[in-house]
C-alpha cells in the first residue's frame, strides 16, 4: 500500500538560511499534518490543513510557514534556520471524510543546522 | 491544556516476559486514543485507535484497552522485534495529536 512520501530524507544547513521539506499524503487523503521531533522528545505539532486550507496551528514558529497544494502535496519552508530546529520533520496525512482521525505518517525529513 | 502521560519511561523485559505499557490523558474534546509504534529514526507507525471506554482491540501480541482516564498497552508474550518506543496520544475531531513522551520497550532475548 501507497504510505506518505517525504523529501529530502536529510538536510544539511547552515544558520540563518533556508529550507523547504516536502509532503506527499497518501493518495485520496485531504488532511496533512506536520511535526517536529527533536532529541528523545514527542512529536511536536505545528501545522494542518485540511483541502488545501490551514486547519489547525500548533507550536510553529513565525519563521515557518508551510502550505497544501492542488494536488494536496505539502510543503514547509523554513527560514533564518537556528541550531535549535535540528530535529526530525515528520508529516502525516489523514481521509477527513472518515470520520475519525487516523493520521499515518511519513519517514521524516532529518534536519540539522550547523 | 491538553496532556498524556505514559509509565514506565522504560521497561526491560525478557523473551516471553508479559507486561503492560499506561497512558494517562486529558484532552478536551477527545475523539480518538491513539497508539504507535516508533523504531529509532523513523517515522510513527499506527497500531491502534480507541474510541469509547471498554473499547479493546488486538494486534499479535499487542492488546490495546481504553477507560474514561487512561489506556493500557498489553504485551503478551513479547518477542525482541518487539522492542521500540511505544507513542500513545490523543485526539480531536480533526485536529493534531498530543502525543505522551513514550515508553521505551526492550525485549531480551
Known sequence: AAGVIQSPRHLIKEKRETATLKCYPIPRHDTVYWYQQGPGQDPQFLISFYEKMQSDKGSIPDRFSAQQFSDYHSELNMSSLELGDSALYFCASSLRDRGYNEQFFGPGTRLTVL | ?109
Open chain 2, 1 to 109: 491544556e491538553d496532556q498524556v502521560t505514559q509509565s514506565p519511561e522504560a521497561l526491560r523485559l525478557q523473551e516471553g516476559e508479559s507486561s503492560s505499557l499506561n497512558c494517562s490523558y486529558t484532552v478536551s474534546g477527545l475523539r480518538g486514543l491513539f497508539w504507535y509504534r516508533q523504531d529509532p529514526g523513523k517515522g510513527p507507525e499506527f497500531l491502534f485507535t480507541l474510541y469509547s471506554a471498554g473499547e479493546e482491540k488486538e494486534k499479535e501480541r499487542l492488546k490495546a484497552t481504553l477507560t474514561k482516564k487512561e489506556s493500557f498497552l498489553h504485551i503478551t508474550a513479547p518477542k525482541p522485534e518487539d522492542s521500540a518506543t511505544y507513542l500513545c496520544a490523543g485526539g480531536t475531531s480533526y485536529g493534531k495529536l498530543t502525543f505522551g513522551q513514550g515508553t521505551i520497550l526492550t525485549v531480551h532475548p
